[in-house]
């Protein structure tokens, strides 16, 4: 059903990463998964979605389609910046890429109702196109700055600092995705607590859904009686990937007989980002191919399989704005012991749809681990609840409270003209 007439021209700007990116492997992650998800929702009402984003390869197309009916990504050419660039050298391109967005939009020609930016480094664009075409703009940060920085105990970098500051100040409204990050924002940012809505992502609850673990595990050549656990992302320091490691390490002492059983997927990285994390495992004489099975960047596609095929997944991070990743594998109808932060200490109920643990602790990760793998019918109820749960977070429902909000915004500024 579509709440508007005529139906919504939207401009999604994700300056540093596609909607079409590998998953996985450098900054591509939950961010991606949300604008693809996002996009093709918002077509399937009829509405009109072009999401501008950086064109990594200079042979490659302008416009792709794939998405759906409704969705397009937009792949901008910005010169002297061909393949992969860092945030600093996209974000000194900032204006070459709002001109390539208007350039686009005056050559096809079409008229947007709203730009909805995301991350950082989208705003400044966002901005400027509020101020050329006189229409509103909505942000959404998927991580903050200060945040990151803070927990990793660095500095944080001025110039990302300075724009999240600035982009909470003009920004018409923000989307916050956990009441979490809306504290965060008034705390660290200042920003006007009525420009701010909680709106989490969503999840496919068709295609992630609770499927049986035989199939799945046969095509990855696990031993049917194994105890799998699965990681899932891309691999970063605050992602606590070696806690993991360190965990399994402390099980072999304690359960031997568990240890032998126990099978841990890693999803995510390239060979690269793995480098740190093989060596760890062989450090801690965890042999890969027999406990740790290192599997790369998988399509979103494959991803149900993967989670069909675990006891538990695992996510130690030290940060999460949201979690998507978790909200996929509730759907899926696995329990997850993850660190109660950010988007984490809301998805998961402790207990219920798996455990929360305390950050850098990877004693009380094994031992919850042990305990989850050591009662079937605990973990077999936790699964159950996981997939209830996460009905609250299906796309139609998410799509719904985005439009109210986009109504209300544009109601608002056709009042004010």
Same mark, same amino acid.
């Given at each position: 059903? !579509? ?28 961010? !991606? ?37 409704? $969705?397009?990504? &937009? ?8 393949? @992969?660039? $860092? ?21 096809? @020609? &079409? ?55 600035? &982009? ?22 200042? #920003? !006007? ?30 031993? @049917? ?11 970063? @320091? ?8 360190? #965990? ?63 006891? #538990?997944? &695992? ?69 159950? !609840? ?32």
């Amino acid at each position: 059903m !579509n709440e508007f007439s005529p139906p919504l021209k939207l401009a999604f700007i994700s300056v540093h990463t596609s909607p079409l990116a590998q998953l996985g492997v450098q900054k591509s992650g939950g961010m !991606n998964v949300y604008l693809h998800e996002l996009a093709r929702e918002l077509g399937r009402r009829g509405h009109h979605i072009d999401i501008f984003t950086h064109r990594p390869d200079p042979a490659g197309r302008e416009v792709d389609g794939s998405m759906g009916a409704g $969705s397009r990504v &937009i792949h901008l050419a910005l010169k002297g910046l061909p393949g @992969p660039r $860092s945030q600093e050298e996209l974000f000194e391109a900032r204006q070459q890429f709002a001109a390539g967005v208007i350039r686009f939009a005056t050559r096809n @020609p &079409i008229r947007y109702d709203l730009v909805y930016s995301h991350y950082w480094l989208s705003g400044w664009v966002a901005e400027k196109l509020k101020e050329i075409w006189q229409i509103p703009f909505i942000q959404m940060f998927h991580t903050l700055g200060q945040m990151k920085h803070r927990i990793a105990n660095r500095s944080f970098p001025s110039t990302r600092t300075r724009e999240e500051l600035r &982009i909470t100040e003009r920004a018409d409204a923000i989307i916050a995705a956990t009441p979490a990050e809306r504290a965060q924002l008034r705390w660290l940012y200042r #920003a !006007n607590r009525r420009k701010i809505h909680i709106v989490p992502p969503g999840v496919d609850t068709d295609f992630f859904q609770p499927r049986p673990a035989e199939p799945a595990r046969r095509h990855l050549a696990l031993p @049917p009686q194994a105890k799998v656990l699965l990681f899932v992302g891309r691999i970063e @320091p605050l992602k606590a990937v070696d806690d993991i490691l360190k #965990a399994l390490a402390q099980i072999r002492v304690l359960r031997p007989a568990v240890f032998r059983e126990l099978r841990l997927l890693i999803v995510g990285g390239n060979p690269h980002e793995l480098g740190p994390i093989r060596q760890l495992a062989t450090r801690l004489a965890l042999r890969e191919k027999d406990t740790v099975h290192f599997l790369g960047p998988l399509p979103h596609s494959e991803l149900p399989r993967a989670y069909a095929a675990a006891d #538990a997944v &695992i996510m130690p991070s030290d940060y999460e704005s949201f979690g998507m990743v978790a909200l996929e594998a509730l759907a899926s109808g696995r329990p997850v012991i993850a660190t109660q932060v950010g988007g984490l200490a809301h998805l998961i109920e402790d207990g219920h749809t798996g455990y929360h643990i305390p950050t850098r602790e990877p004693g009380i990760l094994a031992d919850r681990i042990l305990h989850l793998l050591s009662h079937e019918k605990t973990a077999a109820a936790m699964g159950h !609840n996981a997939a209830i749960s996460a009905q609250r977070y299906s796309w139609q429902r998410i799509g719904d409270e985005l439009l109210a909000i986009f109504q209300r915004l544009l109601s608002s500024v056709q009042r004010d003209r």
